[in-house]
């Protein structure tokens, strides 16, 4: 019954238009009087420290990080040195954007700022080119929600927070499963532009980049491909923590944006700290009011609950996994990446810690499955964004991204079906 008080209420501030922080303390609230434990400072004290932790400072530094890199010229010079390694070959625009968006997935781990950088840079050259507006920003789209899986990822942080997993294990895990849905994105965008060379008039392919125009880009992009480096090796060698990584990130950004490229002036630098604050805000209050729903949840045993729910999937952990995958594509058709973190981790760790699932594999896959939902209708925030920035109904892009969708959702069950995908590439790093 506890579930179902919490379920009902959060559905339904949701239904109403509520907005999710304020529904998750509506629920939270429900809670508090079903359990017959309502107490004002306990709601004051959890809403404090649900945004009291230092793991959390790492929200507001990539997010600035990520601002700083779109408006001082790092990923533009990311898409150039892609442009120069593949631009030429056929559909390359298309493995352009994949390549681009994992390199900058590696800068700012936030999906809706590289797909945002992506389709204003690329979406017009690739339509110029021939293909589908609507293929193309399904594309892009689909290509820009890798940012959350390769490190640094704000999700990470977030899931790493809520439920007291190893942020840096996540990090590290995150690396292949990355760059597999790069791989199935690029496999599918290979047969498309097979199907569309059949169909259509071939168009004569730009012309192959000279050896000194790769050298000139690659010099020109080396002061940003340098900074996932730095956060990766300072991870691994145990220089900084993941929270120190991102200062480290948005200082680093900050400098060569200011001293070595010089794209971003002193006017252009509040505006980018003002809409990282208010990004950040967002964030930090959403994390704020899903503690108080989690202190709750914990106080009414609601993972015991969930056990007993799934006790028979318990014996088979892939069976108990594709049952929580498939509850949460669900869920994510209709929630935000952030709030699904916040709502469904904090209860669904302990069940998997009991089934004897490796916490931090379950985290890669949990976060795959939100970002999946980023460009999943009718919510999808990385939809919509690549709507507003092509021109185009969210209904086309999200015909142009069902099949780079479905190509992913086979990747996470593969990892689903073969853990060691994700476990061996993170034994080499711990």
Known sequence: MTIVVFIVVLLAAMMLGIPIAYSLLLSGLALMFYLDLFDAQILAQNLIEGANSFPLLAVPFFMLAG???????????IVNLALTLLGHVRGGLGYVAILAACLMAALSGSAVADTAAL???????MVAAGH???TSGGLIASAGIIAPIIPPSIAFVVFGVATDVSIGKLFMAGIFPGLFMAAAIAITWYFIVAREANTQTARPLPKKASSTERLKALKESTWALFLPIIVLVGLKMGIFTPTEAAVVAAVYALFVSMVIYREMTWAQLYDVFVSAAKTTATVMFLVAAAMVSAYLITIADVPGQVVELLGPLMESPTLLLLAIMVICILVGT????TPTILILAPVLVPVVKQAGID????????????????ITPPVGTVLNVMAGVGGMSVGAVSKGVLPFMLAQFAVLFLLVLFPSLVLVPLSWFY
């Open 132 to 134: 589908k507006r609507a």
């Open 119 to 125: 389709g204003a840079l690329l979406l017009p050259m």
């Open 359 to 374: 916490p931090v594999y379950f985290g890669v896959l949990f976060v795959m499955n939100g970002v999946i939902g980023l």
């Open 67 to 77: 601002e700083i890199m779109n408006v001082g010229g790092l990923s533009k010079r």
């Open 334 to 337: 209709a929630m935000d990446l």
